[in-house]
């Protein structure tokens, strides 16, 4: 989506801190021994107490009103009965539609004490989330936020998935542009457009490269197993640096 007037920006705005807002209650919210589907009831109740919808219900009729992935699933987690054990990453993704406007926002947490010593690999998926946003202006290629990310992977002992990416985002949950890769694709040749609404997210793994589907249809699981994290913001490119829509008043971490 391209923003072109000031009700729409109003629009994404609304939405943006909507999910922002529901993201953070559902990660202070969330504890070990809860089970998957009790905190995505609760996100639930939010996004409903806001007048917003699930786009994952909305857009694909996803069973769950969040994501909630753990440990070595990537993405698209079901929520279920699973309890959550001291230790687990946990990845919460939420994305909402009000008004038909659209915004997308997640972050991976460890359960209590970090007993398998995944913290690092948390910190190092916000680290590259921001990096790659740091550069991000109408002009810039796109592939430069897939060598940022996968530099800073790297440069950590992770990995990053190959066949996962942010993606345009605004009047539907995927848009153009898509496949906003997290590794640098030399043959990509698209830039951030000046008013464009965009998703960045980071998927980075202790052992893995790759996704596949598993056998319920939806959650993404890492191709050789460890631990996986993932952060996402919404932003809008701008000539200068980018407003983050989904941290509060366009905060931003530098590195």
């Known amino acids: 989506m391209i923003i072109q007037t000031a009700q729409e920006l109003e629009h994404i705005q609304q939405i943006s801190n909507i999910v922002a807002t529901t993201l953070q209650q559902m990660i202070s919210y969330t504890k070990e021994g809860?089970?998957?589907?009790?905190?995505?009831?609760?996100?639930?109740?939010?996004?409903?107490?806001?007048?917003?919808?699930?786009?994952?219900?909305?857009?694909?009729?996803?069973?769950?009103?969040?994501?909630i992935s753990v440990n070595n699933e990537m993405a698209h987690?079901?929520?279920?009965?699973?309890?959550?054990?001291?230790?687990?990453?946990?990845n919460i993704d939420v994305s909402a539609?009000?008004?038909?406007?659209?915004?997308?926002?997640?972050?991976?947490?460890?359960?209590?004490?970090?007993?398998?010593?995944?913290?690092?690999?948390?910190?190092?998926?916000?680290?590259?989330?921001?990096?790659?946003?740091?550069?991000?202006?109408?002009?810039?290629?796109?592939?430069?936020?897939?060598?940022?990310?996968?530099?800073?992977?790297k440069s950590n002992g992770f990995k990053v998935i190959n066949n996962l990416g942010g993606h345009g985002i605004g009047k539907s949950l995927h848009e153009e542009p898509d496949c906003i890769l997290n590794y640098y694709d030399r043959y990509e040749n698209r830039r951030f457009r000046k008013g464009s609404v965009v998703a960045i997210e980071t998927?980075?793994?202790?052992?893995?490269?790759?996704?596949?589907?598993?056998?319920?249809?939806?959650?993404?699981?890492?191709?050789?197993?460890?631990?996986?994290?993932?952060?996402?913001?919404?932003?809008l490119v701008t000539d200068g640096k980018p407003i983050i829509l989904t941290a509060e008043n366009g905060i931003f971490k530098d590195f």
């Not at 699973?82 to 946990?90: A, E, N, T």
Request: with cysteine; charged share 20%; proline share 2%.
């Open 34 to 67: 809860m089970t998957t589907k009790e905190i995505d009831l609760f996100g639930e109740r939010i996004l409903k107490s806001y007048g917003a919808n699930s786009a994952p219900f909305v857009t694909y009729k996803f069973p769950g009103c969040a994501c």
């Open 77 to 90: 987690g079901i929520p279920s009965d699973r309890i959550l054990q001291k230790g687990d990453v946990v």
């Open 97 to 153: 539609e009000l008004n038909g406007y659209f915004a997308d926002n997640g972050a991976s947490i460890i359960i209590g004490e970090d007993i398998h010593s995944n913290q690092k690999l948390v910190d190092t998926s916000i680290e590259a989330l921001y990096k790659a946003i740091s550069i991000i202006k109408g002009g810039v290629k796109i592939n430069e936020v897939g060598r940022i990310i996968e530099k800073t992977a």
């Open 203 to 235: 998927f980075i793994s202790t052992n893995s490269t790759s996704i596949y589907t598993a056998q319920d249809g939806w959650t993404f699981l890492s191709n050789n197993g460890g631990y996986c994290a993932q952060h996402e913001h919404t932003i």
